[in-house]
């Protein structure tokens, strides 16, 4: 079974500073992989997906992840952090065979904290 | 605007009651989804359906009940059974054509 591990609970970081939020998966091939965003309250939005392809994804709001093979890794990152970046960040896998019409595991999330 | 409506945003349920929450999506979408979140938990699947008049049960459906007799919705219902009701549930959908989970904005369920 596939599973997903945010080893960071709670990540602080100053307006302006770089970010890296970490996500390992456990799959036995490649798999599907996204990072969704969610203020308070809300529901999940969409930051970016790997399908397959350049392991560098480009997403929304300026951030960015690598997949590493070799580290069961999909990294977040972005270089300068805004107040409103502020949220929950949860990483997920998905199953390819399955497609995107299936179901997806997530991590338990880290939560971002900006300070001015 | 295309997108998943949920409803009510905010529910209070009695003891011994069943409640039933709504999920309209007119995304056009083929599968349908019900998560349950809990502060630290991250996001548990409790039913998902891939196509009209089928669904199948996630990690934690013991409590719940759903039905997907139109493509467009998927009612969740959490039943008398269900002990520790109290979360915020998020419905979502997706397609076949590389379409991600696309999510609803959620309801809160608190017992009076």
């Known amino acids: 079974a596939q599973s997903v591990t945010q080893p960071d609970i709670h990540i602080t970081v100053s307006e302006g500073a770089s970010l890296e939020l970490r996500c390992n998966y456990s799959y036995g091939a490649t798999p599907y992989l996204f990072w969704y965003v969610q203020s308070p309250g809300q529901g999940l939005q969409l930051l970016l997906k790997y399908f397959s392809g350049d392991t560098l994804v480009q997403g929304i709001k300026g951030f960015e992840a690598e997949f590493k093979r070799s580290q069961s890794s999909f990294n977040l990152r972005k270089p300068s952090v805004h107040w409103s970046d502020a949220a929950e960040y949860f990483c997920?896998?998905?199953?390819?065979?399955?497609?995107?019409?299936?179901?997806?595991?997530f991590g338990t999330g880290t939560r971002l904290q900006v300070t001015l | 605007d295309g997108g998943i409506t949920q409803s009510p945003k905010y529910l209070f349920r009695k003891e011994g009651q069943n409640v039933t929450l709504s999920c309209e999506q007119n995304?056009?979408?083929?599968?349908m989804y019900w998560y349950r979140q809990d502060p630290g938990q991250g996001l548990r699947l409790i039913y998902y359906?891939?196509?009209?008049?089928?669904?199948q049960k996630g990690d934690i459906a013991e409590g719940y009940s759903v039905s997907r007799e139109k493509k467009e919705s998927f009612p969740l219902t959490v039943t008398s059974a269900q002990k520790n009701p109290t979360a915020f549930y998020l419905c979502?959908?997706?397609?076949?054509?590389?379409?991600?989970?696309?999510f609803g904005d959620g309801t809160r369920l608190s017992i009076l």
């Open positions: 359906s891939q196509i009209v008049n089928d669904f």
């Open positions: 979502a959908s997706s397609d076949r054509q590389n379409q991600p989970q696309h």
């Open positions: 995304l056009n979408h083929d599968a």
């Open positions: 997920a896998v998905g199953d390819p065979v399955a497609g995107t019409a299936s179901k997806l595991t």
